[in-house]
């Protein structure tokens, strides 16, 4: 077992051993809160450029498995752990922890007081960060310190096309379920089979599972996809997916979100996508301290009152004081009071700040889905809520 530190841009170090793939890792260090789920965060391609701290302190007793992971692509660039099972113990498991970290090359640190680094985090901010794995000297003390200095900041820095798929293709995987528990399209509903244009900046399976579970034909674009090819695809609505980055730094997508909704196609917008919605609807999105990274987070559904416990991954967010009067703000963070959900008044589009797909976290927010298919279908509104008939589907 190879010794191993991590170093923030601020000169404080933190020595342990390495538990993953053996080398250099760098990026934003930002603390995740979620219990368990580990596997389906660190394959996020929203974590891309980023340093995830894992605050549960035991992470990978029931191992990996191919059917978990969110994407093929690379995520998380490392990440940080108090204490790395070397025991596995679940019927899914395909291989263990470290071996997980290794073929996936995620640079891993364990023996950190994760405690202390969030609470570090927490007070100074989200900052860059490098990990270093190997004998620990003063030079590569002086090495990762310098390093993680010389990283740019996340503001201004479009990542998207280190995530995104290169060419369109058709999805029709849906999301994994127990074989004694089958999914019944929602096409028994009358809702046909309406067709989603997902642009991807980063996007999760499970969100184009859902959309399958669901009864939708789901084509999959690149995020620098043209509206011209978009709309030679005749969509029935389109999807703006999660992603990495900074949104203000994607004008390119905030033009195609816009030219969308002018045509006033059916249009939402998760994670990433919610921002470039809200600046494509004339808002500006603004950098958090340490951002939103958990399953824990409760959200308030403005409509109905009804609070939400949801799963976060973002450190960007729109500010609420920028918005015009066509947007009208449809759910709250109940942490910090931060921005979590918008609806457009003038055209049919809604976006929501957190992973209503729930990989990993609750599945409170999985109704958005369907209220998007009301949009499609003509049977919806932009109310926030329309969660009534989801849970038999995705709980």
Request: charged share 15%; aromatic share 6%; proline share 6%.
């Given at each position: 077992?190879?010794?191993?530190?991590?170093?923030?841009?601020?000169?404080?170090?933190?020595?342990?051993?390495s538990?993953?793939?053996?080398?250099?890792?760098?990026?934003?260090?930002?603390?995740?809160?979620?219990?368990?789920?580990?596997?389906?965060?660190?394959?996020?391609?929203?974590?891309?450029?980023?340093?995830?701290?894992?605050?549960?302190?035991?992470?990978?007793?029931?191992?990996?498995?191919?059917?978990?992971?969110?994407?093929?692509?690379?995520?998380?660039?490392?990440?940080?752990?108090?204490?790395?099972?070397?025991?596995?113990?679940?019927?899914?498991?395909?291989?263990?922890?470290?071996?997980?970290?290794?073929?996936?090359?995620?640079?891993?640190?364990?023996?950190?007081?994760?405690?202390?680094?969030?609470?570090?985090?927490?007070?100074?901010?989200?900052?860059?960060?490098?990990?270093?794995?190997?004998?620990?000297?003063?030079?590569?003390?002086?090495?990762?310190?310098?390093?993680a200095?010389?990283?740019?900041?996340m503001?201004?820095?479009?990542?998207?096309?280190?995530?995104?798929?290169?060419?369109?293709?058709?999805?029709?995987?849906?999301?994994?379920?127990?074989?004694?528990?089958?999914?019944?399209?929602?096409?028994?509903?009358?809702?046909?089979?309406?067709?989603?244009?997902?642009?991807?900046?980063?996007v999760?399976?499970?969100?184009?599972?859902?959309?399958?579970?669901?009864?939708?034909?789901?084509?999959?674009?690149?995020?620098?996809?043209?509206?011209?090819?978009?709309?030679?695809?005749?969509?029935?609505?389109?999807?703006?997916?999660?992603?990495?980055?900074?949104?203000?730094?994607?004008?390119?997508?905030?033009?195609?979100?816009?030219?969308?909704?002018?045509?006033?196609?059916?249009?939402?917008?998760?994670?990433?996508?919610?921002?470039?919605?809200?600046l494509?609807?004339?808002?500006?999105?603004?950098?958090?301290?340490?951002?939103?990274?958990?399953?824990?987070?409760?959200?308030?559904?403005?409509?109905?009152?009804?609070v939400?416990?949801?799963?976060?991954?973002?450190?960007?967010?729109?500010?609420?004081?920028?918005?015009?009067?066509?947007?009208?703000?449809?759910?709250r963070?109940?942490?910090?009071?931060?921005?979590?959900?918008?609806?457009?008044?003038?055209v049919?589009?809604?976006?929501?700040?957190?992973?209503?797909?729930?990989?990993?976290?609750?599945?409170?927010?999985?109704?958005?889905f369907?209220?998007?298919?009301?949009?499609?279908?003509?049977?919806?509104?932009?109310?926030?809520?329309?969660?009534?008939?989801?849970?038999?589907?995705?709980?």
């Amino acid at each position: 077992m190879s010794t191993a530190l991590l170093a923030l841009a601020d000169g404080s170090i933190f020595e342990g051993h390495s538990v993953g793939h053996e080398g250099q890792a760098t990026g934003e260090t930002v603390f995740n809160t979620a219990l368990t789920g580990y596997q389906e965060i660190l394959t996020d391609p929203s974590y891309w450029g980023q340093l995830v701290v894992l605050t549960m302190p035991h992470v990978g007793n029931v191992g990996a498995n191919r059917a978990d992971e969110e994407s093929t692509v690379p995520a998380a660039a490392g990440v940080i752990l108090r204490h790395a099972s070397r025991f596995t113990s679940s019927w899914r498991a395909e291989i263990p922890l470290e071996s997980f970290f290794r073929s996936r090359g995620i640079v891993a640190i364990a023996g950190i007081d994760t405690r202390r680094l969030t609470r570090h985090l927490r007070d100074h901010g989200a900052q860059n960060g490098c990990i270093l794995t190997g004998p620990v000297t003063e030079r590569q003390r002086e090495l990762a310190v310098s390093t993680a200095r010389a990283l740019p900041s996340m503001v201004g820095q479009d990542l998207t096309p280190g995530v995104t798929r290169p060419s369109p293709v058709s999805w029709t995987q849906g999301i994994w379920h127990p074989a004694e528990k089958p999914v019944s399209p929602a096409s028994h509903r009358g809702l046909g089979h309406p067709h989603v244009l997902v642009y991807d900046f980063g996007v999760k399976k499970n969100i184009l599972g859902l959309l399958v579970d669901r009864g939708c034909r789901v084509t999959v674009v690149p995020a620098t996809s043209r509206i011209e090819d978009g709309l030679a695809l005749r969509p029935d609505g389109v999807l703006f997916s999660n992603g990495p980055g900074d949104p203000e730094a994607m004008g390119h997508a905030v033009t195609t979100a816009r030219d969308w909704l002018t045509r006033r196609v059916p249009f939402f917008g998760i994670c990433l996508g919610h921002q470039l919605l809200g600046l494509a609807s004339g808002g500006r999105t603004v950098k958090m301290k340490f951002g939103h990274h958990g399953a824990n987070h409760p959200v308030i559904e403005l409509a109905t009152g009804r609070v939400w416990i949801t799963s976060q991954n973002h450190g960007f967010t729109v500010d609420e004081a920028s918005l015009p009067g066509t947007v009208r703000v449809t759910h709250r963070s109940l942490f910090d009071g931060s921005l979590q959900g918008l609806a457009r008044t003038d055209v049919p589009a809604l976006g929501f700040q957190g992973h209503p797909e729930a990989s990993p976290g609750p599945h409170d927010a999985a109704g958005l889905f369907d209220q998007f298919l009301g949009l499609l279908t003509g049977s919806g509104t932009n109310a926030g809520n329309g969660r009534e008939g989801t849970h038999a589907q995705t709980d």
